[in-house]
Nanobody, 127 residues
Framework: QVQLVESGGGLVQAGGSLRLSCAASGLRFNRYTMGWFRQVPGKEREFVGAVNWSGRSLEYTDSVKGRFTISRDNAKNTVYLQMDSLKPEDMAIYYC????????????????????WGQGTQVTVSS
């Protein structure tokens, strides 16, 4: 059974930083594309970025480019989202996601192909 568990959310002032972690189990992590999404209550979930299985390929939504960095540690089955220069508009629940086994290493992965989701971690940015 695939499990994704996010951690690291919290309250931070605008301009500050947070690092989110997503610990994965139940899958061959080192073969999987991993994604980060966020959602504000009442709005659709938004793609933040993704990393391929090796960590060498990355993509980000325009609004976070230059401020957020995704990395992974395959030995620890963990993917990270380093968030710097946070803005109030970054405030959301952040989720990590993984595709099904059949599409595990697909890159780039269509957003509709993410099949597994964590429970989310809240990021609050005060102005």
């Amino acid at each position: 059974q695939v499990q994704l568990v996010e951690s690291g959310g919290g309250l931070v002032q605008a301009g500050g930083s947070l690092r989110l972690s997503c610990a994965a189990s139940g899958l061959r992590f080192n073969r999987y594309t991993m994604g980060w999404f966020r959602q504000v209550p009442g709005k659709e979930r938004e793609f933040v970025g993704a990393v391929n299985w090796s960590g060498r390929s990355l993509e980000y939504t325009d609004s976070v480019k230059g401020r957020f960095t995704i990395s992974r540690d395959n030995a620890k089955n963990t993917v990270y989202l380093q968030m710097d220069s946070l803005k109030p508009e970054d405030m959301a629940i952040y989720y990590c996601a993984a595709p099904s086994a059949l599409l595990s290493s697909t890159w780039p992965l269509p957003l509709s192909r993410y099949a597994y989701w964590g429970q989310g971690t809240q990021v609050t940015v005060s102005s």
